[in-house]
């Protein structure tokens, strides 16, 4: 396995400590994705909650936060469906665990739709060409992106991201949708 600094990061971003401001510290590797599922759902049993506390912004726990080792591949959907099921074998299903394993279905949907449909999915107007008239102005995506809006929670939002690498589900939405839907920006610019 090759190291960090054969991967190219610097001894500098090796020794960086963690962000104190981050609620999670990410480590790669698929050892490390299996203890987070091992935490979320069985030392925490989390599932039994998720669909109430999805949607909350801050803390380590409130939602699984597996999607980093899922997008980088350590982890794969189909194993984290089958020890959600393992779960509700033991503990019975509920609305929790059946969101949660809806969002698995989600996630897969918007995979299987970017394969279908390839780059036309970042064209401006979508895979299916419909859509606003976006404008562009650098200014305001940049205090966008800096979290400079002088709108509090979009600003809150784009520092936790710029500083600790991460923003929850809901965070995500609200920003996308006041860059796109409020300030009429090309949504690409944010994708």
Same mark, same amino acid.
């Given at each position: 396995m090759p190291s960090l600094t054969d991967l190219g990061f610097t001894k500098d971003q090796q020794e960086k400590a963690k962000d104190p401001r981050s609620c999670l510290e990410? +480590? =790669?590797?698929?050892?490390?994705?299996? +203890?987070?599922v091992h935490h979320y759902i069985w030392?925490? +049993?989390?599932?039994?909650?998720? +669909? !109430?506390?999805r949607n909350e912004i801050m803390g380590a726990d409130y939602s699984s936060k597996l999607s980093?080792?899922?997008?980088? =591949?350590?982890l794969s959907p *189909?194993?984290?469906?089958?020890?959600?099921? *393992?779960?509700e074998n033991k503990h019975l299903e509920n609305e929790s665990t059946k969101h949660f394993i809806s969002e698995l279905f989600w996630r897969d949907f918007c995979h299987w739709y970017c394969y279908k449909? =390839?780059?036309?999915?970042?064209?401006?107007? =979508?895979?299916?060409?419909?859509?606003? !008239?976006?404008?562009?102005?650098i200014d305001i995506i940049n205090r966008w992106k800096n979290g400079t809006t002088g709108i509090p929670i979009i600003d809150a939002f784009m520092r936790e991201l710029n500083f600790s690498g991460f923003m929850s589900n809901r965070g995500r939405q609200i920003v996308a949708s006041f860059l796109a839907l409020d300030l009429k920006q090309d949504w690409r610019f944010g994708a």
């Open positions: 990410f +480590k =790669g590797g698929e050892d490390e994705g299996l +203890k987070r030392n925490l +049993k989390s599932l039994n909650s998720y +669909k !109430q506390t980093p080792w899922l997008a980088c =591949g350590a *189909r194993f984290v469906y089958h020890e959600t099921k *393992r779960f449909h =390839g780059s036309k999915v970042f064209y401006e107007y =979508g895979a299916l060409n419909k859509g606003n !008239q976006w404008k562009v102005n």
